[in-house]
């Protein structure tokens, strides 16, 4: 059986033969003044599942940039200026492409394995309900449009549990590009 693969710095993804998904953040491509996209996406036969990949434990990350981003984990800056964002930026560059014909889920991969699972636990508590929610109602009102269906958010030990057809393996830090 013939797999694909997709690499985004020491985060490898092994996708099933037959499994219908693209990059979406390709670096080099002009988009829109200020959008900002998930980095890739699948199709499944009643969803779409937007990718967003936020690694602090890769192998180059000094520590206080570890602990800098899991401050704004848990303050929730990471959440509302990036992964709130990305979400609504990917589901109208979908919708205006064609492309946002089935139910979005959108997945957020945190590689939290350079932290203690404690921490994890913390960081992972009640994160998918707080995303959710952000992304109903980023402003004053709540969109009257419900764009993403559901959120999950997960550590590379959880993906694989959940998507054992798209697992994720942590490699060596390699200087190689994408795909």
């Known amino acids: 059986m013939v797999s694909d693969t997709y690499q985004e710095k020491e985060l490898l993804f092994t996708f099933a033969a037959g499994t219908s998904w693209r990059v979406l953040d390709v670096q080099g491509v002009r988009l829109p003044v200020g959008m900002a996209l ?93 995303l959710y929610n952000s992304l109903r109602q980023e402003g004053e009102l709540p969109w009257v449009r419900e764009h993403i269906k559901q959120c999950i958010v997960l550590s590379v030990d959880s993906w694989n549990q959940q998507f054992p057809d798209y697992t994720v393996t942590r490699v060596e830090h390699q200087e190689v590009g994408n795909r």
Do not use: C, W
Not at 39 to 46: G, H, N, Y
Not at 48 to 66: C, M
Not at 80 to 99: C, F, I, N, Q, V
């Open 38 to 130: 998930v980095d890739f996406v699948i199709e499944r036969t009643d969803d779409i599942l937007f990718v967003e990949i936020k690694d602090p434990s890769h192998s180059q990350s000094p520590e206080k940039e570890r602990k800098k981003y899991l401050k704004r984990l848990s303050d929730g800056s990471v959440l509302s200026e990036e992964l709130t964002p990305k979400a609504r930026d990917s589901y109208a560059y979908e919708h205006l492409m064609g492309r946002d014909h089935k139910p979005i889920v959108y997945i957020v991969l945190i590689g939290l394995d350079a932290f203690s699972h404690d921490v994890q636990r913390a960081i992972l508590n009640n994160f998918s309900d707080r």
